[in-house]
């Protein structure tokens, strides 16, 4: 099956008792039992439940992976991949990465024996791994600079390290880190795979039996996974995803021409404009560039901010609706400052998630608000 056929049919068969075309709900958090153990394949929902059984087979045949975890945000996701880590290990990390990866890495897995560092990738014949690196921690596009790391060319380099890959920017419709050599694929599901800014969700796909072994025991030791609603809005939303992507990539594209030729703004980062450095990489691992997209204002970005109509001012991303992001103050500001200036973020800086309303809506919005910049 193609993309747009897996997203509606992958998972989701006719219920066989009732016939529903759409997986109804499981709500129950337990399963009645015949005699002691033997059941019908769950017996208590944090260790699973089919309305997360429809999503993860979903999500599986989505990233072309054999297998699929579902947790309860991307950071749970995150945490339980990082969970194959032993004290000791090093994890190295791109150097632009969502600043709640950063925090929960360097604040809450540091202390228990893990280290980090974070370098540039966007030059992978410069990655060099210590001794103790187990893994690779890869965005791309990074958030929020839209930084692209050239995945087939890191996997070549990765050794025994495992090559983890955040594909929440991209979405699977646009790139499938697994078939460029990547181990493990992760999304925030909060943002693109979701797409209406109403789940707080996370996802690791993969196709290795140890790992699969591992993040199966994470879901039901440490208990980070969603709810049933929340895995059956999920999963209703892939159904869309061909067409929403489709329509953010169009829109990001035009918002992306106009905002590099607008006097009023002194720099954009989008991977789809022939300028980006990261261009010819993002045109041959990805089938598209996406709707995220930053930019510099000259002038106040306060009075910017304060004249859109449209757009409205808020944190998160991938959503049908378009949203405007001041990264220092907003989602990135658990970096230290120091930490942002190095990684190039600065206090200038906004974050637009294009959202797939009427192109010239957003245009005419963006238009009128620089001019009180
Ligand atoms: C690229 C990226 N990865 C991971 C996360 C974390 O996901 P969540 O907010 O669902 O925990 C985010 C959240 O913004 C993100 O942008």
């Known amino acids: 099956m193609r993309f747009e056929t897996k997203a509606i049919h992958a998972g989701q068969a006719p219920d066989p008792n009732s016939g529903d075309v759409m997986p109804p709900i499981h709500l129950s958090t337990t399963f009645a039992q015949e005699e002691p153990g033997k059941h019908k394949g769950y017996d208590y929902s944090r260790g699973g439940n089919p309305t997360r059984k429809n999503l993860e087979e979903a999500l599986a045949a989505l990233e072309n992976a054999k297998y699929a975890h579902a947790f309860s945000s991307g950071l749970a996701a995150t945490s339980a991949i990082a969970g194959l880590l032993k004290p000791g290990d090093h994890l190295l990390c791109i150097d632009d990465t969502y600043g709640g990866t950063f925090r929960l890495f360097e604040r809450v897995l540091r202390p228990y024996g893990l280290d980090f560092s974070y370098v540039d990738m966007s030059d992978a014949s410069k990655l060099k791994l210590q001794k103790n690196t187990k893994m690779i ?3 791309t596009p990074t958030n929020p600079l839209l930084k692209i790391a050239d995945i087939a060319a890191i996997a070549g380099r ?52 140890k790992i699969h072994e591992h993040l199966t025991f994470y879901q039901l030791a440490v208990g980070g996974v969603p709810s049933p609603f929340d895995c059956w809005l999920a999963n209703r939303s892939l159904k869309t995803l061909a067409v929403r992507m489709k329509a953010h990539c169009e829109n990001g594209q035009a918002v992306a021409g106009f905002l590099s030729e607008h006097k009023k703004v002194s720099k954009v980062y989008y991977p789809g404009l022939p300028d980006h450095p990261g261009h010819e990489i993002a045109k041959r691992q990805m089938r598209g560039f996406s709707g995220m997209l930053s930019f510099e204002v000259k002038g106040d970005f306060r009075k910017f901010l304060k004249a859109l109509k449209i757009l409205t001012l808020a944190e998160s991303l991938g959503g049908i609706e378009s949203l405007i992001n001041h990264p220092a103050i907003m989602t990135h500001a658990s970096l230290p400052s120091a930490e942002r200036a190095r990684r190039g973020i600065s206090d200038s800086l906004l974050r637009l998630s294009v959202g797939i309303e009427n192109i010239q809506d957003l245009i005419e919005d963006l238009d009128q608000a620089l001019a009180k910049a």
């Open 158 to 209: 990765k050794e025994k390290a495992l090559l983890v890959v955040d594909n929440t920017f991209a979405s699977p419709y646009l790139q499938n880190p697994l078939d460029l050599g990547a181990d493990i694929v992760m999304h925030s599901t909060t943002k693109y795979l979701n797409g209406h800014s109403d789940v707080i969700g996370g996802c690791a796909m993969l196709n290795d039996e």
């Open 137 to 139: 921690w890869l965005e």
